[in-house]
């Protein structure tokens, strides 16, 4: 399977625990972005990375939220002290470099936290 | 800002008719896109069609097309002969090239919840 890879599924949580969800992008695509989606809502955009680089995190909580894209292995997504209201289905998708209007962004299956 | 707009939280159709799925835009760009996503039970976000604002025909994939009016900034899902596994949610998404050149962001709408029935 060359798509996105993200893992765990699934991951449960207790308030003040911390959470890595990591994402492989597809092969050839060095452009990652992280989705999340709240329960009854559509996806909103949360940070965008490329290789060693946060290119745009505007979407990011100010606090506990970071994302990280190293040169060698996947793409993080780590939210330190969960709180309930972290609890949400968060998404990667990935894109070859110079994606257009028209690119389409390739999402993984997501990974649903939630935090008891 | 961008907006997207998807007033139907529900739609319930009968197997092998087609159903329309509405979806209203806002953006004061001229160069956007608009996508159509599916989301099942499982989970994963699937990438139905896409429709570029410039152009001029409507795009269409399979059972999928897209009834584009620009004039009216719609872009509504038209899905043909519904099969039960159509059921699913289903998102409209908008991308632009934003004040600094940057396209990568998608905005999404609420979603619509279509149930196919038997």
């Known amino acids: 399977n060359a798509g996105v890879m993200q893992n765990p599924r699934h991951l449960v949580r207790r308030r003040g625990q911390e959470a890595r969800l990591r994402c492989s992008p597809m092969?050839?695509?060095?452009?990652v972005y992280w989705y999340r989606q709240l329960p009854e809502e559509g996806l909103k955009f949360m940070v965008y990375?490329?290789?060693?680089?946060?290119?745009?995190e505007s979407g990011m909580p100010k606090e506990r939220f970071s994302a990280e894209f190293p040169k060698e292995g996947p793409s993080i997504l780590r939210i330190q002290q969960v709180v309930r209201g972290d609890s949400a289905a968060y998404f990667c998708?990935?894109?070859?470099?110079?994606?257009?209007?028209?690119?389409?962004?390739?999402f993984g299956e997501g990974s649903r936290l939630t935090v008891l | 800002a961008q907006k997207i707009t998807q007033t139907q939280p529900g739609m319930f159709v009968q197997e092998k008719e087609a159903v329309t799925l509405d979806c209203t835009y806002d953006?004061?760009?001229?160069?956007?896109?608009l996508f159509w996503y599916k989301q099942p039970s499982s989970g994963e976000m699937i990438f139905l069609i896409y429709?570029?604002?410039?152009?001029?025909q409507n795009a269409t994939e399979g059972r999928y097309s897209l009834n584009f009016q620009k004039a009216r900034k719609s872009a509504n899902l038209v899905i043909s002969a519904s099969q039960l596994g159509d059921s699913a949610m289903y998102f409209c998404?908008?991308?632009?090239?934003?004040?600094?050149?940057?396209?990568?962001?998608?905005?999404f709408g609420k979603g619509t919840l279509l149930t196919v029935n038997p």
């Open positions: 998708a990935s894109s070859p470099p110079r994606t257009g209007v028209n690119g389409e962004l390739f």
């Open positions: 990375l490329q290789k060693e680089n946060i290119i745009d």
């Open positions: 953006t004061s760009d001229p160069s956007y896109g």
């Open positions: 998404a908008m991308r632009v090239t934003d004040s600094g050149g940057s396209n990568y962001k998608l905005t």
């Open positions: 429709q570029g604002s410039y152009d001029q």
């Open positions: 092969k050839g695509h060095s452009h």
